[in-house]
C-alpha cells in the first residue's frame, strides 16, 4: 500500500503561481511511477504531468507545456508539480497518483494509487 496525501492547492489569480507537493508513505516510494491528474467538473481526468521512477523522464500535456514543471524528491517521499502562469482553463481537482513501475502511462486507469485531491482554482 501507498498513502498518498496532496497539498497546495488553493485560489490564484490568472497569471499566478501555486505549488502542490504530494506526500507518500507506505511501501518503497522510489519504486513508483507518479503522475498528475486533473478533473474539472463534467470532464474526464486527464493526465497532466508524470516523472518515471528513476525521475529521468517527465511527460506533460499540451495545455501545460512549458508552464508546468513536476519533479520528485526521493530522499523526503514527495513529488511536486510546480504550476506557473495559471489560467482559468487550469481550475480543476488536482490529484496525484503512483503507480509501480519505471514508467509513467497517459491513462488514470493505470495508476493504482490516489490521493484524496486537492482543489484549484483560478480567477480571471
Known amino acids: 500500500q501507498v498513502q498518498l496525501v496532496e497539498s497546495g492547492g488553493g485560489l490564484v489569480q490568472a497569471g499566478g503561481s501555486l505549488r502542490l507537493s504530494c506526500a507518500a508513505s507506505g511501501r518503497t516510494f522510489s519504486s513508483y511511477a507518479m503522475g498528475w491528474f486533473r478533473q474539472a467538473p463534467g470532464k474526464e481526468r486527464e493526465l497532466v504531468a508524470a516523472?518515471?521512477?528513476?525521475?529521468?523522464?517527465?511527460y506533460y500535456a499540451d495545455s501545460v507545456k512549458g508552464r508546468f514543471t513536476s519533479s520528485r524528491d526521493s530522499a523526503k517521499n514527495t513529488v511536486s508539480l510546480q504550476m506557473n502562469s495559471l489560467k482559468p482553463d487550469d481550475t480543476a481537482v488536482y490529484y496525484c497518483?503512483?503507480?509501480?513501475?519505471?514508467?509513467?502511462?497517459?491513462?488514470?486507469?493505470?495508476?493504482?494509487?490516489w490521493g484524496q485531491g486537492t482543489q484549484v482554482t483560478v480567477s480571471s
Open positions: 497518483a503512483a503507480r509501480q513501475g519505471p514508467n509513467y502511462y497517459r491513462h488514470a486507469y493505470e495508476y493504482t494509487y
Open positions: 516523472v518515471s521512477r528513476s525521475g529521468g523522464s517527465t
